[in-house]
């Protein structure tokens, strides 16, 4: 496609339920960044990934956060056992490196 | 820990007019910093980056500054119009892998 895509573009879900997000980069972005944007905050950096580097998962808000890239494409951002301070715009956005970062329109998480 | 601070919060200018938006940092060992807008119910639209070494960047009627050594960087909106309408924000790349924002700055431009 043209630009990153993110799946679902919505979704709600209960207390305390697991979640997958999907992020579809721009094809040949070696770089990949996942971001949350919480109700009148800034923009939180979660993770990022280059190339087949080992992510620095230290920018994760807790352990129930994790998160995949599989062949250097697609990523899916997982969070178990979801809280109500979990709800939030998270954002996909990928890059060549050190390029300018295009963003995907994000998920809109809402939880119960 | 690197902090980004973006002033003012909100501004609202006639069209036409000129503006500045201001972002400040608190270390000055970035490796860029990049100027994005945002518009509601959106995600961010990439403006303008500049790496470390640069001192500006322009597109159209754009232009970006970074003085690295006071930890400063402006973006320039010239002859401002409606659709120029958004929230912009500054991020700084602060080591290989860690990303700040800023909170931005809300522009309204007035018909």
């Known amino acids: 496609g043209a630009g990153v895509s993110q799946s679902p573009s919505n979704k709600v879900t209960e207390k305390g339920k697991d979640v997958e997000l999907r992020c579809d980069p721009i094809s040949g972005h070696t770089a990949l960044y996942w971001y949350r944007q919480s109700l009148g905050q800034g923009l939180e950096f979660l993770i990022y990934?280059?190339?087949?580097?080992?992510?620095?998962k230290s920018g994760l808000p807790s352990d129930r956060f994790s998160a995949e890239r599989t062949g250097g494409s697609v990523s899916t951002l997982t969070i178990q056992r979801t809280q109500q301070e979990d709800s939030a715009v998270y954002l996909c956005?990928?890059?060549?490196?050190?390029?300018?970062?295009?963003f995907g329109d994000g998920t809109r998480l809402s939880i119960l | 820990k690197q902090e980004v601070t973006q002033i003012p919060a909100a501004l609202s200018v006639p069209e036409g007019e000129n503006l500045v938006l201001n972002c400040s940092f608190t270390d000055s060992a970035i490796y860029n910093l990049q100027w994005f807008r945002q518009d509601p119910g959106k995600g961010l639209t990439s403006l303008l980056l500049?790496?470390?070494?640069?001192r500006e960047q322009t597109s159209g009627r754009l232009n970006a500054s970074l003085d690295k050594s006071s930890g400063r960087s402006t973006l320039y909106i010239a002859a401002s119009q409606p659709g120029d309408s958004a929230t912009y924000l500054c991020a700084v790349r602060h080591s290989f892998n860690k990303f700040y924002f800023g909170s931005g700055t809300k522009l309204n431009v007035k018909p």
């Open positions: 500049i790496q470390s070494s640069q």
């Open positions: 956005a990928s890059s060549l490196f050190n390029q300018p970062q295009h």
């Open positions: 990934f280059q190339g087949n580097s080992a992510p620095d």
